[in-house]
């Protein structure tokens, strides 16, 4: 396994796209946060915002580049027939499914770790700014209170949990264009129907039974009102990720490469 | 087109419908189109006809609710009169710290409990009409709320008269000369000004003329919140006090008849009360077209063509990949040695894939509206009905939106020649600007990401029309976009131009 972990990081570590996703990840995810701490208002001392909530919108969108820097780390090797190599020298095909979930995982955390903490840090910064102050009833964001420290710590989790449900969807599906694709739908497409619904027992079932749950642990406010609370929510999105993972290594054993 | 061409097309189409899992991503789009649009997700109160709005004379789909105190007037003849006061009261204050998710959320009708004030659009007046019976044609000028004196007819038609503040006396007078009627207002009872004069074709010799109240249903919007979108509101109710009535022409004998028209039955909210030449009217509900959304009644055929972001984000991944694959698989080298003139390929690819698209998203449109309509109404949800060639245009639309989609994916493959970068790019260029509009942004930020980005192109969608005279919701999540269909469609357009440039150029240029 410890060669099979190597190999793998070195894999992704020479891979000249990987540097560049990574940059791209912690930019957006550090930009979107800063432009929605900068816009969403706090106009008086009742408003519904939450700011750790709004200084981690970014996640939203660098979630997209984590999706492609999972899936290229599996589809990538489809594409170019990598795969039959790396399947000679690791003979054990759930080894090297899970080396390259870890390598993944561990990339994916020290990146959501820089994005997350740029995007309080700038939600620190910018919220007072918007109307989050003190006069309304706000403290700065700061690590040290319980949940926003959650919040934070949980959307690195979330990240991680993103990026193996995209290395279990990119196993099975093996194509870059279509595990991206099914990694989208899951990501923005349930969102949006969400918000078409009107029935409400639809609309709270769709948002605790799929991924976007977990971005439930961004909550920190009127946690009465929220669909699925927040470790909930996030433990929805481990179950996927397990199950996507399941389903991978079953495929990777038994099919053809 | 050359017969070179032609067979271009040829190779291209076969390359495209020998490829299983693109056929298949095919048929998956329209199911996503046509399944999400019948999904059983919606469901409402409105069976067996139980909340059929009245259609207006020209067939539109109104609210007509108010409270009047009227007699019949038999040919030419005016009435003027004074309205001494306008007051209101508004639903209680929605409880600050109280967040209101979830959708729209009217709280329960509680006039006892409420806090004085006008809605914006609450209307005293005096109204000629064509008769009682639910959208009977009509004229009217009114002191409203905020908005000044208007003269208002059919529903939909609004004039801007002198601005004046509800807190004075205004004198208002209505003139029937054959089937026009001309509104006037004064503010001291002798200097008078025109607001406009308007036809009412086929407006019968006796028409009912009277003075009316009425105050439509108080809406404030929680949306510019992080994640919480909804509304919040409830009825409110406004009376005007009218003095000093003078009633010239061919009246009917006797005082005026206190009357409500429309709205829901309970009593204590509206009323006229005749006290000799004092009528004071007490009203609620609205004389204006009906709109879906928070404010309105029901949904659109809009909202069943959810489904269209699924289809899409399936119709990108094939169009990208259409390209992709073959840098990938390396077949662009043989299909460049096939074809030298490269902008042709580009063409041939273009049309295979922008027709594959457009007519499989206008059989599935098609399917989707006249169906989930249908499903729609079965779950007891009312659907406002729209006139023909909305539904075309919504429908043509759906397929102009997706077959566009796909030859913007189809450039970025060019471009990008990677799958992962253009299906990204491509989905989160369509996709994400309508998201964070309906999601996370305040709603001045959002409108204006849907006027410059490709989604601007959703707008083609929109079934219904939005009217400054009824306050709503009006946001792309209920169905309202801020450009009109075509400009939609002009910005993608545009942006698939330019990227079908880009792609042209880079192709000739790049080896492959």
């Known amino acids: 396994m410890r060669t099979a972990l190597h190999a793998e990081w070195t894999k992704l570590r020479t891979s000249p796209a990987t540097i560049w996703l990574l940059l791209a990840a912690v930019t957006l995810t550090a930009g979107v946060s800063a432009a929605a701490a900068a816009t969403i208002p706090c106009k008086t001392a009742a408003c519904l915002g939450d700011p750790a909530q709004i200084s981690l919108t970014g996640v939203q969108l660098g979630q997209a580049v984590v999706v492609i820097l999972a899936v290229l780390a599996v589809s990538g090797e489809h594409a170019t027939g990598m795969i039959r190599t790396s399947l000679t020298a690791v003979p054990r095909r759930s080894t090297l499914l899970a080396a390259k979930a870890v390598a993944v995982t561990g990339v994916t955390m020290v990146t959501a770790t820089v994005a997350v903490g740029t995007s309080v840090l700038a939600g620190r910064l910018l919220l007072p700014g918007s109307g989050y102050t003190a006069a309304h009833g706000f403290t700065p964001l700061s690590p040290t209170d319980g949940p926003t420290l959650r919040a934070a710590g949980g959307s690195m989790l979330y990240l991680c949990l993103i990026a193996l449900l995209a290395v279990g969807v990119a196993t099975v599906v093996r194509d870059t264009g279509a595990s991206i694709g099914v990694m989208l739908a899951l990501l923005y497409l349930v969102p949006i129907v969400t918000q078409a619904l009107t029935d409400p027992d639809w609309k709270r079932h769709l948002q605790q039974a799929t991924p976007t749950a977990g971005l439930a642990i961004q909550a920190t406010r009127h946690l009465d009102t929220v669909a699925i609370p927040p470790w909930h929510g996030l433990a929805v999105l481990a179950a996927w990720a397990a199950g996507a993972l399941l389903a991978a290594a079953v495929l990777i054993r038994t099919r053809d490469t | 087109m050359s017969a070179g061409f032609g067979r271009l097309l040829h190779a291209e189409w076969t390359k495209f419908r020998t490829v299983r899992g693109w056929l298949f991503g095919v048929a998956a789009a329209a199911a996503a189109v046509i399944g999400f649009g019948v999904l059983p997700g919606m469901s409402g109160s409105c069976h067996d006809h139980a909340c059929r709005l009245p259609t207006g004379p020209d067939g539109t789909e109104v609210t007509d609710s108010f409270t009047f105190a009227h007699r019949s007037l038999t ?96 004198w208002l007078r209505l003139t029937r000369t054959g089937d026009t009627v001309t509104g006037q207002t004064s503010a001291d009872g002798s200097t008078w000004t025109q607001v406009a004069t308007v036809r009412l074709p086929g407006l019968p010799a006796t028409v009912e003329a009277g003075m009316f109240a009425t105050s439509p249903q108080y809406t404030e919007s929680t949306s510019e919140v992080f994640g919480l979108t909804g509304a919040g509101g409830g009825p409110t109710r406004a009376t005007g006090s009218f003095d000093r009535i003078v009633a010239q022409g061919g009246w009917s004998a006797g ?51 959810v489904g269209t972001f699924a289809g899409l984000i399936i119709v990108v991944v094939i169009a990208t990949m259409f390209v992709t694959a073959e840098y990938g698989h390396g077949l662009m080298r043989t299909t460049m040695a096939a074809n030298p003139r490269r902008g042709r390929i580009l063409a041939a690819k273009t049309v295979v894939i922008g027709t594959v698209t457009f007519v499989t998203a206008l059989a599935s449109a098609a399917t989707t509206v006249t169906v989930g309509r249908r499903v729609l109404e079965a779950n007891g949800v009312y659907v406002h009905s729209v006139s023909a060639l909305t539904q075309v245009r919504v429908i043509v639309g759906t397929a102009a939106l997706l077959a566009l989609a796909s030859v913007l994916a189809l450039a970025l493959g060019v471009i990008l020649r990677r799958s992962a970068a253009a299906v990204t790019t491509a989905v989160l260029g369509i996709v994400m600007p309508y998201l964070l509009a309906v999601s996370v942004l305040p709603a001045t930020a959002g409108q204006w990401l849907l006027r410059v980005t490709p989604a601007a192109a959703f707008a083609l969608q929109q079934s219904t029309l939005e009217y400054p005279q009824v306050i709503n919701i009006y946001t792309p999540v209920n169905g309202y976009y801020p450009l009109p269909p075509w400009a939609g469609l002009a910005v993608l357009c545009a942006w698939t131009g330019l990227a079908l440039g880009v792609a042209a150029a880079l192709l000739r240029r790049r080896d492959a």
């Not at chain 2, 006039?111 to 000629?128: H, S």
């Not at chain 2, 829901?264 to 004389?287: E, F, K, M, N, Y």
């Open chain 2, 255 to 305: 005082t005026w008849q206190p009357d409500k028209i429309g709205g829901p039955d309970d009593a204590p909210r509206h009323g006229a009360v005749v006290d000799g030449d004092q009528v004071t009217i007490t009203g609620s509900g609205d004389l204006a077209p009906a709109v879906s959304g928070a404010a309105g009644l029901g949904t659109t055929i809009t909202q069943t063509l």
């Open chain 2, 75 to 170: 040919g030419d003849g005016s009435i003027t009169a004074r309205l001494a006061s306008l007051t209101g009261i508004l639903p209680p204050d929605p409880g600050d710290d109280q967040p209101q998710g979830e959708g729209p959320s009217h709280g329960p009708a509680t006039p006892g409990q409420g806090r004085p004030g006008l809605v914006p659009w609450a209307k005293a007046g005096l109204i000629i009409r064509a008769g009682s019976a639910p959208g009977a044609g009509y004229a009217a000028v009114m002191l409203t709320g905020t908005q000044g004196v208007r003269m208002q007819h059919d529903y939909i038609h609004d004039v801007a008269g002198p601005a004046a503040s509800a807190d004075a006396p205004r």
